[in-house]
């Protein structure tokens, strides 16, 4: 009997874990940071739900902290199993996850130093862990090429495919020998979409008799690129008008290059007015690095751009910001610029310092490019809410908000109802579970594939298991 524990992304987007119980022993799947109201998120970081002797092995789906963000908790508390990731995902979390204990220790240090001056009534801050952390985790990842078999425990192996979403994001299949009765478990960690810039489309891995499917935008479909263009002109435009700033709170790892990219071709399109574009992230160069290291990842338009030129992402007017100090004298400075910044959900690091500068300001703008989750800054602001706090201090919102949904690199519902239709057309599909959406999207989702005459589909509460 094979069951799955569902303890995190479960009716909910951060934070994804699924334990899956094998005759032969434990398999975790992504070990991701949850994000939410911030006593809440350091309560769950701090406290895992998997207590790490459960554990017998760790595949992961891809670099993004929500997956991969709670690794070095496992590792603090005693796992020293292997990590088995995709080679690009590896490489990319030895710079993310390094960069997430930088930041957990200078927001720590931050909020801690505001506590004794007394301007803040926020809890003191702990980092969750350190470089040292980090640095056990990456000794235990091995990363794994696509398409090629792994085992990962006596009567367990696991394989790749493409996801389409980030890159090194992989579709991971795991076939478990169940007392002789051999099943794939199909879990999309985050599904991409086709026909985006940079990677390559999703895969569609055969045999499949259980689908572990997200559901992030279950209920609803995007627009189309062409549109993001031209909201994107008119963004840069409107802040040239204005003489002001314009803050996009994103992902350090593609969207930030995905964005790049898209302005990189809208400079060359002779579209882009001259504009400063600040991409402040120390992580924005390494995972460009990254992105350099594995071109085998990319989609053919991005690998015949990359032999004619080293630099894809550049632009004329494009400054990579690295210290501290840089990022405080951009906020010194007046418009017109545009801020990409890290953290995606506002929650922590530099992008929380830049719309607190912008906050008050009704020339300012926050453009939105990315799913906000539950309770966390980046969503009260999708809210369009008149005040919020912001690390502990309460402010009124002047600034504009735009929110341009194009940019995901999630699958839609008709993405993500297509993709279960092809899986079933491809094996003897008997069940689907969905994860990581919140209930009003997953509930969408189930209702559409309940039309479509999927066998069983799921939607399990967090904690709760389920057998196949
Ligand atoms: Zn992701």
Redesign the pocket.
Same mark, same amino acid.
Request: glycine share 8%.
């Given at each position: 009997m094979i069951e799955v524990e569902f303890l995190g992304a479960a009716q909910g987007v951060t934070g994804s874990m699924h334990l899956v119980h094998t005759p032969r022993g434990n398999v975790l799947l992504d070990c991701g940071l949850f994000q939410g109201r911030r006593k809440e998120s350091v309560e769950r970081n701090k406290n895992l739900r998997v207590n790490p002797n459960d554990v017998d092995a760790v595949v992961l789906s =891809?670099a =993004?902290i929500? =997956?991969s963000g709670a690794l070095p908790v496992l590792y603090k508390r005693g796992y020293r199993g292997v990590i088995f990731a995709t080679d690009a995902t590896r490489d990319l979390c030895s710079v993310m996850l390094e960069d997430a204990a930088a930041i957990q220790m200078h927001d720590a240090e931050w909020i801690n130093a505001k506590i004794a001056r007394g301007t803040t009534n926020m809890d003191p801050v702990e980092p969750l862990y350190d470089q040292r952390d980090v640095e056990g985790v990456m000794s235990l990842m091995r990363g794994i090429p696509y398409r090629r078999t792994q085992q990962v425990l006596e009567g367990v192996t696991v394989t790749f495919y493409d996801a389409g =979403?980030?890159l090194g994001?992989a579709l991971v299949a795991l076939d478990i020998d169940d007392d002789g009765d051999l099943k794939r478990v199909l879990f999309t960690?985050?599904l991409g979409r086709h026909a985006m810039p940079i990677l390559k489309d999703p895969e569609v891995p055969p045999n499949a008799s259980v689908l572990i499917m997200e559901g992030t935008y279950g209920d609803r479909l995007h627009p189309p690129r062409t549109r993001m263009e031209d909201d994107l002109v008119e963004v840069a435009e409107g802040a040239i008008a204005r003489r002001s700033k314009v803050v996009i709170p994103t992902f350090a790892l593609e969207r930030a290059q995905e964005l790049l990219y898209t302005l990189r071709r809208l400079h060359d399109a002779g579209r882009l007015p001259e504009i400063p574009v600040y991409l402040d992230t120390p992580l924005g160069l390494k995972v460009t690095d990254v992105f350099r290291r594995h071109p085998d990842c990319y989609d053919d338009e991005t690998r015949k751009l990359l032999a004619a030129d080293a630099s894809p992402f550049d632009f004329p007017g494009l400054r990579y910001v690295q210290s501290v100090r840089e990022s405080m004298e951009i906020d010194a400075r007046g418009g017109p610029c545009i801020i990409l910044a890290a953290s995606g959900m506002c929650e922590f690091g530099r992008v929380v310092h830049h719309l607190k500068a912008i906050i008050e300001d009704p020339d300012s703008e926050v453009v939105i490019v990315g799913f906000m989750a539950q309770h966390t800054l980046g969503r009260r602001l999708v809210e369009r809410r008149a005040r919020v706090r912001i690390l502990g201090v309460e402010w009124h919102r002047a600034c504009r908000i735009r929110v341009l949904e194009g940019f995901s690199?999630h699958a839609d519902q008709n993405d993500l109802v297509s993709f279960a239709e092809r899986v079933r057309e491809h094996g003897p599909l008997r069940h689907v579970v969905l994860v990581h959406g919140e209930s009003p999207q997953l509930a969408a989702l189930a209702k559409k594939l309940d039309e479509r005459d999927f066998p069983s589909v799921n939607v399990p509460a967090e904690g709760e298991r389920l057998r196949f």
């Amino acid at each position: 009997m094979i069951e799955v524990e569902f303890l995190g992304a479960a009716q909910g987007v951060t934070g994804s874990m699924h334990l899956v119980h094998t005759p032969r022993g434990n398999v975790l799947l992504d070990c991701g940071l949850f994000q939410g109201r911030r006593k809440e998120s350091v309560e769950r970081n701090k406290n895992l739900r998997v207590n790490p002797n459960d554990v017998d092995a760790v595949v992961l789906s =891809h670099a =993004h902290i929500d =997956h991969s963000g709670a690794l070095p908790v496992l590792y603090k508390r005693g796992y020293r199993g292997v990590i088995f990731a995709t080679d690009a995902t590896r490489d990319l979390c030895s710079v993310m996850l390094e960069d997430a204990a930088a930041i957990q220790m200078h927001d720590a240090e931050w909020i801690n130093a505001k506590i004794a001056r007394g301007t803040t009534n926020m809890d003191p801050v702990e980092p969750l862990y350190d470089q040292r952390d980090v640095e056990g985790v990456m000794s235990l990842m091995r990363g794994i090429p696509y398409r090629r078999t792994q085992q990962v425990l006596e009567g367990v192996t696991v394989t790749f495919y493409d996801a389409g =979403h980030v890159l090194g994001s992989a579709l991971v299949a795991l076939d478990i020998d169940d007392d002789g009765d051999l099943k794939r478990v199909l879990f999309t960690g985050d599904l991409g979409r086709h026909a985006m810039p940079i990677l390559k489309d999703p895969e569609v891995p055969p045999n499949a008799s259980v689908l572990i499917m997200e559901g992030t935008y279950g209920d609803r479909l995007h627009p189309p690129r062409t549109r993001m263009e031209d909201d994107l002109v008119e963004v840069a435009e409107g802040a040239i008008a204005r003489r002001s700033k314009v803050v996009i709170p994103t992902f350090a790892l593609e969207r930030a290059q995905e964005l790049l990219y898209t302005l990189r071709r809208l400079h060359d399109a002779g579209r882009l007015p001259e504009i400063p574009v600040y991409l402040d992230t120390p992580l924005g160069l390494k995972v460009t690095d990254v992105f350099r290291r594995h071109p085998d990842c990319y989609d053919d338009e991005t690998r015949k751009l990359l032999a004619a030129d080293a630099s894809p992402f550049d632009f004329p007017g494009l400054r990579y910001v690295q210290s501290v100090r840089e990022s405080m004298e951009i906020d010194a400075r007046g418009g017109p610029c545009i801020i990409l910044a890290a953290s995606g959900m506002c929650e922590f690091g530099r992008v929380v310092h830049h719309l607190k500068a912008i906050i008050e300001d009704p020339d300012s703008e926050v453009v939105i490019v990315g799913f906000m989750a539950q309770h966390t800054l980046g969503r009260r602001l999708v809210e369009r809410r008149a005040r919020v706090r912001i690390l502990g201090v309460e402010w009124h919102r002047a600034c504009r908000i735009r929110v341009l949904e194009g940019f995901s690199a999630h699958a839609d519902q008709n993405d993500l109802v297509s993709f279960a239709e092809r899986v079933r057309e491809h094996g003897p599909l008997r069940h689907v579970v969905l994860v990581h959406g919140e209930s009003p999207q997953l509930a969408a989702l189930a209702k559409k594939l309940d039309e479509r005459d999927f066998p069983s589909v799921n939607v399990p509460a967090e904690g709760e298991r389920l057998r196949f």
